[in-house]
């Protein structure tokens, strides 16, 4: 008797992914929406709920809106744009190196091109820093583009940033005179390492945590001596935050003094390798309850030569020009919100 | 005919590890001796050199030399004893808590006990953090001892210490009024997860970097609600650095403004929980070149009330009870070295 046969692997879908966040409670529901701390989301809302364009595309897509809501308004003579390929994530660099390269091209037709016509926005090469040769090769093929200042790559990595793996990237970079800019993003994600002591739970967490891997890349950028092998080489620390600077300098000094024979490489104090080779963005800014602590904490690094006023839009934790600073001297102010970018980026 | 055999795995050894160093030049020679990154040295030296007991044991393991060295000198009321087992980085929890309570008899037979007819010498109870339920039996078995005033463990570790599996540890601490001390030196070692973006190469980086543990813990107790959920549980972060604290706070703080919903079990402001549940230690103290830096630093994180005077003695590192400081408000100094911690451990 055929009594049929049994299946033992069949794959049901709920036909809306909402059928299941039906049986969720608050605050799951809203949270699952977002794609809890996958790429594409965070427990809040990923961007400002008022930057989605009138067009009904994704926040920041609209150069026309952009250009209304936030490059009139603030006077922004230069945008510099760090679109976000996600790529540094991936276990397999040819297809890294594919979208970096894709997100290049598209950067350059559109926003470094077609939407560009008063050059106010300047573009950053992205690279897929997993294969530093193909990253090379990346950066070559855009040296000399008018509106290219820069080359970019996220925080996340499989090792610290002074690594030998790296250098082919380092010279490419130095060769054309592109600084390199490091934006948080993909920390612990795909192949790279959390720069934690495990895992962290909560989206708060992690998110305060993206300060840790810059600490570790900058100690590894000194103690390893890329500036020194490197000395045309530039390094912009955006979105990891700054007030944590100078007293990580103090540290790395201290313990270089008692240390510097194990690199000898490093041939002066670790601090000052600060002004010639690294600035820092402003966003997001720590913020005391008392000014005058930040105002030392910027003096203590140095704001006025090495910081850069950044605002993140579009997204949720933007800091306006406007409101993120308390009262500045009128030097300081202008060096941060104008002249060490122009000075940087040759604007 | 009988060729003999041919045996493909035979292993030669030198008479003596020298004749290995022999064909190696300085510094890879002196630093093979040190133990390289190893558990027991680094490429300087492990502890000061003039520490080595006349008796010619260990550098800390003499208690009279100890007395002579630095107690007397330093009119040192109490030095609270924090021995180094190293049990935290084992994958075996059976064998690192054998190693743990064989510490805690050894400082209760030794140095709690016939080195310490006066009282002079506070112990830690060592633990191993890999199984929290006996890690909470350890401590169970030295509660009412009149020498034992904090439990300890590494800041290297598998997970940040915000995080459930902890938390038997942190219920005897609290039921027992100890306590608990993290203290670094296993970090990325063994079972220990580095916290960097992948490991570092040189000593001096690997131990700047120590700092970033404690940022990564810290958020974690916080953001994960344990200071609500034991309300009597109290921290000390030692030789963790302590100049990042205040910045890592404001960065924290704003985070938990945009971000609270997600974690509602958080009731105050982070930073507010530390006044009432940690302690940190001072040494190794970031001194910046001008001593504005720090006293501004100091008077941020609050460290009249929540620092302690710590000299790391006898190790390498050691900051000296009479020259680490700049002048300091007389409050601040008094309650820094001695009323901070007479408070906590009920001196």
Redesign the interface.
């Known amino acids: 008797m055929n009594k049929g046969i049994i299946d033992c692997d069949v794959h049901p879908m709920p036909q809306h992914i909402d059928e299941i966040r039906s049986y969720m409670q608050m605050?799951w529901k809203e949270?699952h929406k977002g794609g809890g701390r996958g790429l594409f989301g965070?427990?809040?809302h990923g961007a400002r709920l008022d930057a989605k364009p009138t067009n009904g595309g994704p926040e920041g897509s609209d150069p026309e809106f952009l250009r209304e809501q936030h490059i009139k308004p603030f006077n922004v003579a230069h945008a510099i744009l760090l679109p976000r390929a996600f790529c540094n994530l991936h276990p397999d660099p040819d297809f890294a190196t594919a979208v970096a390269a894709a997100y290049n091209d598209w950067q350059a037709d559109t926003w470094l091109g077609s939407y560009n016509p008063d050059g106010v926005f300047k573009g950053s090469i992205t690279i897929a820093h997993q294969d530093p040769l193909a990253a090379a090769k990346e950066i070559e093929r855009w040296a000399g583009h008018p509106h290219f200042v820069q080359v970019m790559t996220d925080?996340?990595?499989?090792?610290?940033f002074?690594?030998r793996q790296y250098y082919p990237i380092y010279e490419a970079c130095e060769r054309h005179g592109f600084p390199l800019a490091i934006h948080p993003g993909t920390?612990g994600m795909g192949i790279?390492?959390?720069?934690?002591?495990?895992?962290?739970?909560?989206?708060?967490?992690w998110?305060?945590?993206l300060?840790?891997?810059f600490?570790?890349?900058l100690?590894?950028f000194i103690?390893?001596g890329v500036f020194e092998r490197f000395p045309g080489f530039k390094v912009v620390m955006v979105e990891g935050?700054s007030?944590?600077l100078?007293?990580?300098m103090?540290?790395?000094d201290?313990?270089?003094k008692?240390?510097?024979?194990?690199?000898p490489w490093v041939k002066r104090r670790p601090s000052e390798y600060l002004r010639d080779h690294v600035r820092v963005t402003s966003q997001?800014l720590?913020?005391?309850d008392?000014d005058?602590?930040?105002l030392?904490?910027l003096?203590?690094m140095d704001a006025e030569n090495i910081m850069m006023f950044s605002s993140d839009y579009p997204h949720?934790?933007f800091d306006s020009p406007k409101l993120t600073f308390p009262k500045l001297p009128e030097t300081m102010r202008n060096r941060i919100f104008y002249e060490n970018a122009r000075e940087l980026y040759k604007l």
Chains 1, 2 share one sequence.
């Open positions: 605050p949270r965070n427990p809040v925080s996340g990595a499989r090792a610290p002074g690594q920390d790279n390492i959390q720069p934690s002591p495990g895992y962290p739970t909560h989206y708060i967490e998110h305060t945590c300060s840790l891997a600490q570790a890349h100690v590894s103690t390893e935050g007030a944590w100078p007293t990580l103090w540290r790395l201290a313990e270089y008692a240390l510097r024979y194990e690199v997001p720590e913020r005391p008392q005058k602590y930040l030392n904490t003096e203590a949720w934790d």
